[in-house]
């Protein structure tokens, strides 16, 4: 059953099965908003149903609204994905097939009132000859206002999105993360939830008084984390991309901390800021290595301070080989390895060698990197590696944390 939504109220699921109903909403058995005032399974606001255009709960509703605007148990207790095949067959009628079927999706993004979908949902011809009547249905059955449809990420080194915007006005929307609230416009900017892990994990960085540059800031995915939840004192927020500016400085707004940090907007290879950071967060992959000469010339000069330096990090096949006989002997054809965000506890003992070497490579290309800077030796040790996600069987989105510290005179 889909409560109708409006842009304040968020969904609560029941703990014993049923419907999910809207925060501060009580929703009655019969599918309506307690004291009458709305159809729970569309999306208007009051009697009567704008979907069917009954005046009152009914059993038999013509046009099939979301839960038949009669609060069935069997219709509270279909899933989201269930609901959104029903109320689509009548739209389809006899040319309902299983084809079709496979193309209606079973998972999806939702951002407020905004869903999102993957870029291979609803691509059959016969879905585009039910025009906007399609795109009302799905928000219908999903209890959103807008939808819209992500497309390939552009090859322009700004990872812009290609999303249309199907149902709605415009592609601003709101996500809340760790207590954290974002605002970006989906059209414009990708919001990352695959790395929660390490937004977790930045949040619980001691980081109280510290002076922090973020090189690759986006949104704010780390940004934010760092002044919301770590201390910062103040953060050095660098991003190229206009759209995702025009993102952050709203996100900031939001949250209360735009007085503690400066966005530098273009380029921050050419960034003209030196000898200001405690913390230095790169979080650019498949490799933040362009990002390392700028990241040495803001660290304090005098005391140094930590990189933050995500890359990824292939398998080498005799691993690989491994790997494959460990999948294979697995249960129910289980693949025994990192796919999950900080999943890396099985086959992750087998990697980490690799994962060492490669962080102390980029540790002796630092320590490098920052003797030439300053004319003196530095030193660079490797605190932690942390492996965030998997993006392919030997492919590993991996952070390490590196401290670089001036070598001070005898």
């Known amino acids: 059953m889909s409560p109708c939504l409006s842009p304040s109220m968020s969904l609560r699921w029941p703990q014993s099965g049923g419907s999910p109903s809207a925060s501060g909403s009580v929703w009655s058995s019969s599918g309506c908003r307690t004291g009458g005032t709305g159809c729970s399974g569309c999306r208007g606001a009051a009697w009567p149903c704008p979907c069917c255009r009954r005046s009152s709960p009914s059993s038999a509703c013509p046009r099939r609204c979301p839960a038949s605007c009669s609060g069935s148990r069997a219709a509270r207790r279909r899933s989201p994905a269930q609901r959104l095949r029903d109320e689509l067959r009548p739209l389809l009628g006899e040319s309902w097939s299983e084809e079709l079927e496979r193309d209606v999706p079973h998972a999806w993004q939702r951002h407020g009132d905004l869903v999102l979908l993957s870029q291979d949902s609803f691509r059959a011809a016969a879905w585009e000859r039910l025009g906007s009547a399609l795109w009302d249905t799905v928000a219908s059955a999903l209890g959103a206002r807008r939808v819209a449809r992500r497309g390939r990420v552009m090859p322009d080194g700004m990872r812009t999105p290609r999303v249309t915007l199907l149902l709605g006005q415009h592609g601003w929307v709101e996500h809340v993360d760790n207590g954290i609230r974002y605002t970006f416009d989906v059209t414009k900017c990708m919001f990352s939830p695959g790395n929660i892990t390490e937004k977790l994990r930045v949040a619980s960085l001691p980081c109280s008084g510290e002076v922090v540059v973020d090189l690759y800031a986006g949104i704010g995915y780390f940004t934010l984390p760092f002044l919301v939840h770590a201390g910062a004192a103040f953060v050095h927020a660098c991003e190229w991309n206009s759209h995702a500016v025009e993102a952050l400085h709203r996100t900031l ?78 249960p129910a054809g289980e693949a025994q390895h990192p796919a999950e965000d900080g999943g890396e506890e099985m086959l992750g003992a087998r990697l980490r060698p690799q994962w060492q070497q490669w962080a102390e490579g980029t540790a002796t290309r630092i320590q490098g990197l920052l003797a030439e800077l300053h004319g003196r030796p530095w030193r660079t040790s490797v605190l932690h590696i942390e492996a965030v996600k998997s993006y392919a069987p030997h492919v590993h989105h991996l952070v390490l944390d590196l401290e670089c510290r001036p070598v001070l005179p005898l």
Do not use: F, M, Y
């Open 253 to 330: 707004l939001l949250n209360g901390v735009r007085d503690r940090c400066h966005i530098h907007a273009g380029d921050s290879r050419q960034l003209q800021l030196q000898d200001v950071a405690d913390r230095v967060n790169l979080g650019l992959i498949p490799s933040s290595e362009q990002g390392w000469p700028a990241a040495c010339r803001v660290l304090k000069k005098d005391t140094g301070g930590v990189l933050h330096i995500h890359h990824n990090v292939e398998t080498a096949p005799a691993l690989l080989a491994e790997r494959g006989s460990a999948e294979a002997a697995s």
